[in-house]
């Protein structure tokens, strides 16, 4: 199946920095990607979707200006947290929709905020 | 509008012995439904999907899942369960309309025990 490639898998901020995670489609191309967050033991919530070069469409209760994402090439999707805080800790995952309306997962990111 | 409950968070088997995790939904059209599996520091994976066609619906790795209007249930079901089995499953259903988008139940860790 498709490929999907998210970086890092891992990271560490201080409180106050912005991090930057990839979401890249390795074998194919994809108009939409997903971007979701997981809080421990609970389930996938959508954050937003990412249409290449369009604005994302952000779910209620997202902050647009906290999670900004640019969806630039047919192949890549970034998530920046901003001014990264504690309770943004969490694992991010993206997904890429292939041309048969298929989801393909990345791997996520976990984020941890110091 | 659409929504999934999977009735166990936790479920343990033996080695062996049969696989049933449940799942309910609601939704005011004729839903899609997926059940995705996720493996610690892994991407979720496409297990099997329901899209109106036949009501048992196999999947990989010897999973499948009966489609059942009537109980408005989506039971993912394995006859003999392996230790590679173990992970977390997650119940989905496609939003209507024209969102597309999918969402997620709070998920069962299955354990299996040797």
């Known amino acids: 199946g498709a490929v999907v490639s998210q970086h890092p898998s891992w990271v560490i901020c201080k409180s106050g920095t912005s991090v930057k995670i990839e979401c890249r489609s390795l074998d194919f191309q994809a108009t939409t990607m997903f971007w979701y967050r997981q809080f421990p033991k609970q389930s996938l919530m959508l954050m937003a979707t990412?249409?290449?070069?369009?604005?994302?469409?952000?779910e209620q209760g997202v902050e647009k200006d906290k999670f900004l994402i640019n969806h630039a090439s047919l192949t890549l999707s970034t998530l920046t947290v901003t001014s990264a805080h504690p309770e943004d800790s969490s694992f991010y995952i993206c997904?890429?929709?292939?041309?048969?309306?298929?989801?393909?997962f990345g791997e996520g990111s976990r984020l941890t905020v110091l | 509008a659409q929504s999934v409950t999977q009735l166990d968070s936790h479920v343990s088997v033996s080695e062996g012995t049969p696989v049933l995790l449940r799942c309910n939904y609601s939704?005011?059209?004729?839903?899609?439904l997926f059940w995705y599996v996720q493996h610690p520091n892994k991407g979720l994976q496409l297990l099997l999907k329901y899209t109106s066609a036949a009501t048992l619906v196999k999947g990989i790795n010897g999973f499948e899942a009966e489609f059942k209007k009537s109980e408005t249930s989506f039971h993912l079901t394995k006859p003999s369960a392996h230790m590679s089995d173990a992970a977390e499953y997650f119940c989905v259903v496609r939003g209507g309309g024209a969102t597309n988008k999918l969402i997620f139940g709070t998920g069962t860790l299955l354990a299996v025990q040797p």
């Open positions: 990412s249409n290449e070069g369009s604005k994302a469409t952000y």
């Open positions: 997904s890429a929709r292939v041309f048969t309306g298929e989801l393909f």
């Open positions: 939704s005011s059209y004729s839903p899609s």
